[in-house]
T-cell receptor, first 119, second 113 residues
């Protein structure tokens, strides 16, 4: 398996523009997570999905952020409109549930990340 | 609420020296504990995890960690550091299942010749 694939790896945009980040999870993984990493706040969970359904989006900073998972092999994180404070590295991660405790569900496999710079 | 504290933001060690990275957690029950490593420009990779059982956990790349419930700690150790170990290390805690995993702020390791 090629692992979790994210695109683009780097994105530079101007304030007010729409940004779409993409993620392809590992085949067979039924959990998908979006994280944001900044120097100031570290790694923050934005949202996660189980079987393509959003389970917890309490980490999404505001309405400018939205995430979708139309099928098991694809997810997007969209920022519209983007602001300079959104500059960060955005990681997608996937995992699977292997049954009762101890579970493999929170052993995360991360993508290489998408570095976003909003000017 | 669960939380993780990594008190050392940056650590420098000489190649061949031993290493210990500190991690303290706050969680109301028996936690699931993890150490991840992030090389520059890469995503996080799991080094090791503790779910239950033996409190000394072996991981990849020669790392180990010890769960000490009385101290709420899960420190990462390596007896002899290699230059390739230079990276950022993240401790994480979770309640199990698919619930949120909380990450620490990370410790950046520099290895000098």
């Amino acid at each position: 398996d090629a692992g979790v694939i994210q695109s683009p790896r780097h994105e530079v945009t101007e304030m007010g523009q729409e940004v779409t980040l993409r993620c392809k999870p590992i085949s067979g993984h039924d959990y998908l997570f979006w994280y944001r990493q900044t120097m100031m706040r570290g790694l923050e969970l934005l949202i996660y999905f189980n079987n393509n359904v959003p389970i917890d989006d309490s980490g999404m900073p505001e309405d400018r952020f939205s995430a979708k998972m139309p099928n098991a092999s694809f997810s997007t994180l969209k920022i519209q409109p983007s602001e300079p404070r959104d500059s960060a590295v955005y990681f997608c991660a996937s995992s699977f549930e292997v049954g009762q405790r101890p579970s493999g569900a929170n052993v995360l496999t991360f993508g290489a990340g998408s570095r976003l710079t909003v000017l | 609420a669960q939380s993780v504290t990594q008190p050392d933001i940056h650590i420098t060690v000489s190649e061949g020296a031993s290493l210990e990275l500190r991690c303290n957690y706050s969680y109301g029950a028996t936690p699931y504990l993890f150490w991840y490593v992030q090389s520059p420009g890469q995503g996080l990779q799991l080094l090791l995890k503790y779910f239950s059982g033996d409190t000394l956990v072996q991981g990849i790349k020669g790392f180990e960690a010890e769960f000490k419930r009385s101290q709420s700690s899960f420190n990462l150790r390596k007896p002899s550091v290699h230059w390739s170990d230079a990276a950022e290390y993240f401790c994480a805690v979770g309640p199990g299942g698919y619930q949120k995993v909380t990450f620490g702020i990370g410790t950046k390791l520099q290895v000098i010749p």
